[in-house]
């Protein structure tokens, strides 16, 4: 389920307040200054920095 773009739009990645952008995959929203990506379960952004996973290599 994808996540609405006006969603996308007013989230901010918890930890640093920047922008996040959807990943490649689309299971995740990932923060490039943070390097973390916060996964979505059910089409619903989990946007808690302890289940923030780290970027991929």
Known sequence: MPI????LNILACPKCKNAIQMNEKQDGLTCAACRLVYPIREGIPIMLIDEALPFPE
């Open 4 to 7: 609405n773009e006006e969603l």
